[in-house]
C-alpha cells in the first residue's frame, strides 16, 4: 500500500545546531513528494518538493532534501538550526490514483534549544 | 499567487446546531479542493476530495451526511458540519488545486472549531 512514514516523532535540537528529519514511502513508482511546516494552530507552509530531476532540492528557509530512491527516502535536512523553526513538519506523498491526493505522515514536531 | 482564504479561522458552536467553514482560492481557478481534519498533536487526514460541480469523494469512515461538502464555483468550497457534536471539535484545513498550474496544491490558514 502506497504510504509514507515519519519514523521521529520528537526530535529536539540546540540551535546552530544541524537538523535532519526522516521520511520513507512505500509507493510502486517515483513519487511526488513534498515537506511542509506547520506552527501552532497555523496553515501548512510549503518547504520544497520533489517531482523529478536533480534529486537535492533546495526549498525556502534554508531547508534541503535528499530524495534516495534506493532507500525510498526523502529526508528533509538544515545545517543550521534557528529558534523559529520550531514547529511540526510532515513529510507529504502525491498519490496519483483518483484525483491526486496528498497523503500525510504523522508529522515530526521540532523543539530547538536556545 | 496562489493563495487559499479559510472562513472563519475559528468557530464556537453549540452542540446539534450547523456551521459552515469557507475555502476560497483567491487568484486562481480551483478545480479540485481538498478537506483535512487535524486532532491536536496528529497529521492531517483527509476527509473528502471535491471537484467543481460534482459531488465529493468522501474518504473511507467520513460520514457524507454529517460533513457536507459543496463545490459550487471554481473559487469556492464549503464544508458544513451537521448537527455537531463536541468530538467534531478539530481543526479543519482546505487545501486547492489548479490543475493547469501543477499538480501542487495550496493550504488554506485551517479553521479551529470548537463545539461546546
Known amino acids: 500500500a502506497q504510504s509514507v512514514t515519519q519514523p521521529d516523532i520528537h526530535i529536539t535540537v540546540s540551535e546552530g545546531a544541524s537538523l535532519e528529519l526522516r521520511c520513507n514511502y512505500s509507493y510502486g513508482a517515483t513519487p511526488y513528494l513534498f515537506w511542509y511546516v506547520q506552527s501552532p494552530g497555523q496553515g501548512l507552509q510549503l518547504l520544497l518538493k520533489y517531482f523529478s530531476g536533480d534529486t537535492l532540492v533546495q526549498g525556502i528557509k534554508g531547508f534541503e532534501a535528499e530524495f534516495k530512491r534506493s532507500q525510498s527516502s526523502f529526508n528533509l535536512r538544515k545545517p543550521s538550526v534557528h529558534w523559529s523553526d520550531a514547529a511540526e513538519y510532515f513529510c507529504a506523498f502525491l498519490f496519483s490514483g483518483g484525483y491526486n491526493k496528498l497523503i500525510f505522515g504523522a508529522g515530526t514536531r521540532l523543539a530547538v534549544h536556545p | 499567487g496562489a493563495v487559499v482564504s479559510q472562513h472563519p479561522s475559528w468557530v464556537i458552536c453549540k452542540s446539534g446546531t450547523s456551521v459552515k467553514i469557507e475555502c476560497r482560492s483567491l487568484?486562481?481557478?480551483?478545480?479540485?479542493m481538498f478537506w483535512y481534519r487535524q486532532f491536536p498533536k496528529q497529521s492531517l487526514m483527509l476527509m473528502a476530495t471535491s471537484n467543481e460541480g460534482s459531488k465529493a469523494t468522501y474518504e473511507q469512515g467520513v460520514e457524507k451526511d454529517k460533513f457536507l461538502i459543496n463545490h459550487a464555483s471554481l473559487t469556492l468550497s464549503t464544508l458544513t458540519v451537521t448537527s455537531a457534536h463536541p468530538e467534531d471539535s478539530s481543526f479543519y484545513i482546505c487545501s486547492a488545486r489548479d490543475l493547469s498550474g501543477g499538480i501542487e496544491a495550496f493550504f488554506g490558514q485551517g479553521t479551529r472549531l470548537t463545539v461546546v
Open positions: 487568484d486562481f481557478q480551483a478545480t479540485t
